[in-house]
């Protein structure tokens, strides 16, 4: 949902036992602070074993210890960007698609809604 909302549905089980597969989404938000700091907000919604504490604590530190992972990443990138001199632009790579195409979106939201309030022609062009 635009502009920094992510639902992520994760399925886990083998769907021939004739058992619906353990079920869950996580909840993304991502509020910016700064030209190089965010907030990000998450939680966990499941539809299975809901009374069980194992379960819950399962996914927690699944998915603790996958942000993690994730935040070390983001902040190596960062750095890096940091400390390069050449000061040339990033280039996308195919694991880029899925970002990229958020961008076009959130890009596309902002010039109808330009246009909405101007009344101007807006362009049709990728961001």
């Not at 190596?76 to 195409?101: C, T, Y």
Request: charged letters at 30%; glycine letters at 4%; proline letters at 5%.
């Amino acid at each position: 949902m635009l502009p920094s909302i992510m639902l992520v549905s994760l399925f886990a089980g083998e769907r021939d036992r004739g058992e619906p597969p353990l079920h869950h989404i996580v909840f993304n938000n991502v509020t910016p602070e700064a030209e190089k700091s965010g907030h990000y907000f998450w939680s966990v919604y499941r539809c299975d074993a809901l009374d069980n504490e194992d379960v819950s604590r399962h996914f927690h530190d699944l998915t603790v210890a996958a942000f993690l992972e994730d935040k070390l990443t983001i902040e190596a990138q960062q750095q890096a960007i940091d400390e390069d001199p050449s000061g040339m632009p990033l280039q996308a790579v195919a694991a880029d698609n899925a970002a990229l195409a958020a961008r076009r979106l959130i890009a596309k939201k902002i010039r109808e809604e330009s246009f909405a309030e101007s009344g101007d022609l807006v362009e049709e062009a990728d961001a």
